[in-house]
């Protein structure tokens, strides 16, 4: 019996939402982070509200092109994840990390999301704001899509894949191929093209962490190090001192 163009658009939309479901729980290793140590630290909240105007504006397409219910199941999933990841650090946050959270969330959330749906809806009209709505998205998707670079250039500045997993690498690389042959399969190139790019990026970390991943050692542990070798200096020192003997001892930093 052969397959269906409908069963295999069914198939790689539900695989895409098996896979994009647990790329949204990946954050929750962080916030555990956040919560033990009851401070977001140096981590930063515009990743989530990227990922949550993302989540929007996938359903707002989705809720104008009729067919594409999969985007509707994920991303109405997505909106509650990252909103729960953001209150989460909005409560840890300390005062200036919230304002700026704050800042970022009406300038992108509010401003941002809300221009895109006035412009379309007034100034567009039928297949012309489908068509409209799908190369804004296309285009955010791209824009996401480019910022694992920075991660990329630090893997490749540093010589090290520490900060860089490699499980999180392929479930992205996995989950750009399903929703390329649910869009393809669609024949709707706003969802297939922007995961072209998803798919070259994923495969160019997995090559990176198998390049570096026996990292040197870190510069923290250089630094231990370092302070230990500075601590056994001191305690020679010490002992010669407290023994009334005349060796000199040099320290080297």
């Not at 929703?179 to 970390?205: C, E, S």
């Amino acid at each position: 019996m052969a397959i269906t163009s409908a069963q295999l658009t069914f198939l790689f939309g539900l695989l895409g939402n098996i896979i994009s479901f647990g790329v949204f729980l990946s954050p929750i290793p962080t916030f555990y982070q956040i919560y033990k140590k009851k401070s977001t630290e140096g981590f930063q909240s515009i990743p989530y509200v990227v990922a949550l105007l993302s989540a929007m504006l996938w359903i707002y397409y989705a809720l104008l092109k009729m067919n594409a219910t999969f985007l509707i199941t994920i991303n109405s999933f997505g909106c509650v994840i990252e909103l729960l990841y953001i209150c989460f650090f909005l409560f840890y946050a300390t005062k200036k990390a919230r304002v700026n959270a704050l800042k970022e969330i009406s300038g992108l959330l509010v401003c941002g999301f809300g221009l895109i749906v006035a412009l379309t809806y007034f100034l567009a009209h039928g297949s012309t704001r489908v068509r409209a709505v799908g190369w804004v998205c296309l285009v955010f998707s791209l824009c996401v899509f480019v910022a694992p670079l920075c991660i990329v250039r630090e893997v490749i500045r540093t010589k090290s894949a520490e900060y860089m997993p490699l499980p999180l690498s392929i479930f992205l690389t996995m989950n750009a191929v399903a929703w390329f042959f649910y869009g393809l399969l669609l024949k709707d190139y706003n969802i297939a093209l922007p995961n072209v790019l998803g798919f070259v990026f994923g495969i160019l970390q997995i090559i990176l962490y198998m390049i570096y991943r026996k990292s040197p050692k870190k510069e923290s542990d250089l630094e231990q190090m370092k302070v230990a070798e500075l601590a056994d200096h001191i305690i020679i020192v010490e002992e010669n001192k407290n023994s009334g003997g005349q060796n000199k001892v040099q320290i080297n930093y």
